[in-house]
């Protein structure tokens, strides 16, 4: 009996253990939310609005050491919570039904552990959501990072169901140490019921490709991408889709923003060659790079169309230090944020919205799904 | 208030009972024996009332010193006091930078900080088995900005730096040992640290502050501990952490290697010798 006890309880404190890095299946469930106090959560009829937004952990234009020129990590909670309620605002003045996010934190210390996703669903007329983390760690050893869970959601005013984390490729141009607590990029994907039209089922599907691979692994993740959309597509569903695809649109007219993105001290184009390149800021580190979402134009309908991609006022990123000259902040000089789908997108429904341009280093792009419409 | 300080001078002049290896108990080491190990302190038996340690290897960047001195019988009991100081400022400032090893975010400069202990031990042997009390008090003194974003929340360190924060905790625990054979040790302990509720008004100016209200710590470590002499003995076994943290509760068993994502038993060689 005290051997069965003693057995027992070893077992029980062996068990205590979950991992110190979050590593994830190929495909596993993500994790589901509800706001605490409902909207109105029932599909009548009319359009349906769908956004996509990096929110940058609510960090808004943060210098952070990241993801800019800047060397801060945590911000104070007050500024975090200050920009969540504008993030939020601003969810709610756009009225989406259905919201696809990048870079939500929500257990993080670097955000004073906020659950974004909890916060923006109790704060808007959003009522469901699932989360799929890219980054969750017990703690990360370095530049104060600490403890992490960050990673995409899809917010909803309809309830969701089915929803699916899917893992993409690592990175395969860094070592094993950096490997493991590093980001671990997905996609996630939710079937909407209340959106179900005759016997098509509705998705939404929400992507965070790669930034800074100098390899080709952004391939290995919009080949994923595309895939995924392409088993809705035959299995005769609907789906919307978007998000930051760390891509530029083909026929941009740079792919080299490394002189735009430079920080004091680094240097980049000193070989013969041209290379070094600024991690995330060059777009050409594979054969066929700058045309790598011509599949999804190809195939599928983008809310900004072909026409008009490249315009500046479709523009969605710049860093969030960028400047012009000494006082003038570069507010966007890139698009790397796409809605698609395989439905159809109301007539001058589609909007990128540069006004927000302070909430975040990336602006939501949105657009509305013509229900009924083939 | 005379009387007392003297009582106290006469009470810490009391020859206490001395004995090998046995670090957290009110027992002294005999004078002029060390003692040090991996992971643990270096021990001095400075006399017969008086022992004295320093964790050498972090004494440059993190300066500590601890006392023990023996007290007066107490309900039947050994007692002893023990007081600690910690200057933790400079292996702070060390890792708070940016790249690998960056622990605390380069955002902060941790001001000079002040860390004592004073705690009570009491010892008893029941039945063959070792028993030792202990609680006290632990305060923290930040003379500067201390931002509360700069805590690391971690097992084992979260607790110990949350008195900078909270200024104030503190801390009890349980010690139990016995002689399985001749050469054989087993030792059980159990240490609960707790950060009472206190900076009501803080939380009014900063927000963050209420992250560090009331959370506790609770340790327990088993170790089978083979004395192989007087002089060496080998520890292994497990230490189990659980608490309340910014983040929430959380529990984990130590050693942990996180690459292989597993628990390896503790390790631990100590030695000893008797100054001549």
Known sequence: MKKSISILGVLLILGCNDPFVTVFEDSSDAVMYEANSKSDSTYDSGGVKVVTWNIRFGIARFPFFGDSCGDDVILDDATIEENMAAIADYLHVMDADIVLLQEVDVSSKRTGYMDQVQYLLDNTNLNYGCYASMWKADFIPSDGIGRIDAGNAILSKYELSDAERIQLDLRTDQDGLTQYFYLRRNIVKAKIPALVQGAKDFYAVDIHATAFATDDTKQQHIDKYVETLAEIQSSGDYFVTGGDFNSIPPGADSTDFCDEDICSGESIHTDADGEPHKEGSYFENFSGEPDILVPLYDTYNSAIDTASYNLPEHFTHAPSTGMIDDTTATMYDRKLDYLFTNGIWENASSKTHQAVWELSDHLPVSAVFNVGGE | ?276
Do not use: C
């Open chain 2, 1 to 276: 208030m005379k009387k007392f300080i003297f009582y106290f001078i006469i009470a810490s002049l009391v020859f206490g009972e001395t004995k090998k290896w046995d670090a957290h108990s009110a027992y002294l080491l005999p004078q002029k024996r060390w003692e040090m190990g991996l992971f643990q302190p270096f021990r001095y038996g400075y006399s017969e009332s008086i022992e004295y340690s320093v964790h050498p290897l972090w004494f440059f960047v993190m300066p500590n010193f601890s006392l023990k001195i023996s007290q007066s019988d107490f309900a039947g009991f050994t007692s002893a006091s023990q007081y600690k100081m910690v200057y933790p400022t400079p292996f702070l400032n060390m890792i708070a930078k940016e790249g690998i090893m960056g622990i605390i975010a380069p955002d902060f400069q941790m001001p000079p900080m002040l860390g004592l202990s004073a705690s009570w031990l009491m010892s008893k042997n029941m039945a063959g088995v070792n028993l030792t009390l202990n609680g006290g008090l632990d305060l923290g003194f930040a003379f500067g900005d201390l931002d509360t974003r700069s805590t690391i929340d971690i097992p084992l360190v979260y607790h110990r730096l949350g008195v900078y924060y909270n200024k104030w905790g503190i801390h009890t625990g349980l010690d139990v040992q016995k002689n399985l054979t001749q050469k054989f040790t087993a030792l059980f302990d159990l240490d609960l640290i707790f950060l009472p509720m206190t900076g009501l008004a803080e939380v009014q100016i900063d927000p963050d502050a209420s992250k560090l209200m009331g959370e506790y710590s609770l340790e327990h470590k088993l170790l089978l501990i083979w004395n192989k002499s007087e002089n060496f003995r080998v520890l292994t076994g497990y230490k189990f952490v659980m608490g309340e943290y910014p983040y929430g509760s959380d529990m984990r068993l130590l050693p942990y290697i996180p690459m292989a994502e597993t628990w390896v038993p503790i390790i631990e060689f100590q030695w000893a010798r008797k100054k001549r």
